[in-house]
C-alpha cells in the first residue's frame, strides 16, 4: 500500500508527493533483500546463542 502512495501519481499528487526518480526507486527496492538479510543474520546468531546459553 505505501508503494501505491508514491508510485501513482495522482494519489501522490493528492498527498503532497511526487514518486520518487529512477535511482531512488531502485535504492528502495534493494534495501528489501538488503533488510531481510540483516533480519535472518540476526534470528541465525541469537538462535546460535540461545542455544550455547549466552544471553
Do not use: C, T, W
Amino acid at each position: 500500500m505505501p508503494a501505491g502512495f508514491l508510485l501513482l501519481e495522482p494519489v501522490a499528487r493528492m498527498l503532497g508527493q511526487a514518486p520518487p526518480p529512477p535511482a531512488g526507486l531502485a535504492i528502495a527496492v534493494l534495501s528489501i533483500p538488503a533488510l531481510l538479510a540483516v533480519d535472518l543474520g540476526y534470528k541465525l546468531l541469537k538462535r546460535r546463542h540461545s542455544r550455547n546459553g549466552i544471553g
